[in-house]
């Protein structure tokens, strides 16, 4: 694994928030004890995290992708989608849990396998939100990783998937 010391103005990944950055490293006293805490903000959601440095490791907060990385996440998306027979609501928990790991290339599978139906008429509300969900997480990513604006990010990735 990567060596995770992060610094202020890195970019970092949260797995159930995407891309944030380390705004500072803090020492704040709680319940009688110093603890050293990652404030990191999340702009898209407005908000701002404190992990403390001891347990950013566990919580999966990690540096962006390298851009190698990206690179197999984005021919994730030009690959075959594959739909599984299962419930929706099975599928749903998959996909959902695929979006929290925090992997680009897991959240480039969600956005592969949900992109198929973006454009039909039967696809469900709550497909089209975990796909939503997925596509802003990878553009984000990609975007921080490419130093490109979210939108052209997203564009990119929608541009490959209509190749595909």
Do not use: C
């Not at 950055?21 to 803090?26: D, Q």
């Not at 110093?34 to 407005?46: A, G, K, N, P």
């Not at 709550?126 to 564009?155: G, K």
Request: no cysteine; glycine share 4%.
């Amino acid at each position: 694994m990567l060596d995770e010391s992060f610094s202020e103005g890195d970019y970092v990944v949260y797995p159930t928030h995407g891309v944030g950055k380390v705004e500072s490293i803090e020492l704040q006293r709680i319940a009688g004890h110093e603890l050293e805490l990652f404030v990191i903000t999340f702009d898209r959601d407005r908000m701002t995290l404190r992990v403390p440095v001891p347990k950013a490791k566990k919580s999966g907060l990690r540096k962006l992708s390298t851009p190698g990385v990206m690179d197999t996440a984005l021919s994730t998306l030009r690959g075959r989608a594959k739909v599984k027979r299962a419930m929706w609501s099975r599928r749903a928990q998959e996909y959902e849990a695929k979006i929290n790991s925090g992997d680009p290339i897991s959240i480039a599978e969600v956005v592969r396998d949900l992109h198929r139906n973006a454009n039909q008429p039967d696809q469900s509300y709550s497909e089209r939100q975990i796909y939503e969900a997925a596509l802003e997480r990878l553009a984000s990513e990609l975007a921080a990783v490419e130093r490109i604006e979210p939108e052209m990010a997203t564009q990119k990735l929608e541009k490959l998937l209509d190749a595909a």
